[in-house]
C-alpha cells in the first residue's frame, strides 16, 4: 500500500483533481462529507471519505464521473503532449512545456478509478440479493463495475501510475495507425 501512496504523491494534481470532483459530486448530491481531506497517507489518499449513498444511481455516478473527467482531461493533456515530444522531438520551451503538460496528463490516468471502497459499494447495490435492480441494469452496468472494482484495487496497489504512463505513451502511435 505504500506504492499507492508514492504513487499519490508523484501524481498529485490528478489525485487532487479527483477528489475535488468527488467533494463537489457529494455537495450536488447533499451527501454527507466524513473526513475531506484530500492528501491522506492511507488508501484514501485522493479520494475524500463520505456517507454511503442510498440510490444505485447516485453510486453509480459517484464512482463513474470522476472517472470520466479525470480520463477525458489526462487524454486531452496527455496525447499532444507525447505527440509533441515523440513526433516532432520537441526541445527547449516547448519541450519543457510539453513535458509539463505530459505529466499533468499522465497524473489524470494515473487517478481515475474510485476508492476501493466506493467500487465496493457500487458494486452491493448493483449485485445485492435483496432487490438491487432489474436485470437489464445489472448487464449494462455489469463492465463498469468490473472496471471499477479491478481499477480501485490497481490504484490502491499504485499500479495505475504504470497503466498511465503506457496510455500516456503509447497513444500518439496508437493515434498514429488510424491516420
Do not use: Q
Not at 11 to 21: C, E, K, N, S, Y
Not at 30 to 56: F, K, L, Q, W
Not at 156 to 161: F, Q, S
Amino acid at each position: 500500500m505504500i506504492t499507492g501512496y508514492i504513487a499519490k504523491l508523484l501524481t498529485f494534481p490528478g489525485a487532487l483533481i479527483h477528489a475535488l470532483w468527488e467533494h463537489i459530486l457529494c455537495r450536488i448530491y447533499g451527501t454527507p462529507i466524513e473526513d475531506p481531506r484530500y492528501m491522506r497517507s492511507d488508501e484514501m489518499c485522493g479520494h475524500i471519505e463520505h456517507e454511503v449513498e442510498a440510490s444505485t444511481g447516485k453510486r453509480f455516478f459517484m464512482c463513474f464521473l470522476p472517472f470520466l473527467f479525470n480520463l477525458v482531461i489526462g487524454v486531452v493533456t496527455a496525447f499532444p503532449a507525447a505527440a509533441g515530444l515523440f513526433w516532432n522531438g520537441l526541445t527547449g520551451a516547448d519541450g519543457a512545456l510539453s513535458a509539463i503538460m505530459l505529466w499533468v496528463g499522465i497524473s489524470m490516468l494515473a487517478n481515475v478509478f474510485p476508492s476501493v471502497e466506493d467500487a465496493l459499494m457500487l458494486w452491493d447495490a448493483i449485485y445485492r440479493r435483496d432487490g438491487g435492480i432489474h436485470i437489464i441494469g445489472k448487464i449494462l452496468l455489469a463492465p463498469f463495475a468490473a472496471v471499477f472494482y479491478v481499477g480501485s484495487y490497481l490504484d490502491k496497489w499504485g499500479v495505475t501510475l504504470l497503466t498511465g504512463i503506457a496510455t500516456a505513451v503509447f497513444m500518439p502511435f496508437i493515434g498514429y495507425l488510424f491516420v
